[in-house]
């Protein structure tokens, strides 16, 4: 079984930067694509930034310029770095990953971690 693990949100002062984490920990032998995504109050769950296999990246243009995607193969870890944030960034943030896993392949959830950016 793979769980994500997601930390690094937390409350800021807009112009500020957080780096949140995604770790897939269990039984992963590969940790294929990685996307972010953010829900804010009200809102549909979105896309803000996803990376391949190959560190492909790409991002939503909300995001683009301030948002970097990165990610550590060795600690099956993907991480999301967040500059210049503003208020409007404000949302739960999920990771959502592609694993190959005992063998099985299948795509898997974080639990969320909350980015509250102030004015």
């Known amino acids: 079984q793979v769980q994500l693990v997601e930390s690094g949100g937390g409350l800021v002062q807009a112009g500020g930067s957080l780096r949140l984490s995604c770790a897939a920990n269990?039984?992963?032998?590969?940790?294929?694509?990685v996307g972010w995504y953010r829900q804010a109050p009200g809102k549909t769950r979105e896309l803000v930034a996803a990376?391949?296999?190959?560190?492909?990246?790409n991002y939503a243009d909300s995001i683009k310029g301030r948002f970097t995607v990165s990610r550590d193969n060795a600690k099956s870890t993907v991480y999301l770095q967040m500059n210049r944030l503003e208020p409007e960034d404000t949302a739960v943030y999920y990771c959502?990953?592609?694993?190959?896993?005992?063998?099985?392949?299948?795509?898997?959830w974080g639990q969320g971690t909350q980015v509250t950016v102030s004015s």
């Open positions: 959502h990953a592609d694993v190959t896993a005992g063998g099985t392949r299948d795509d898997y």
């Open positions: 269990g039984r992963v032998s590969i940790l294929h694509a």
């Open positions: 990376i391949t296999g190959t560190r492909s990246a």
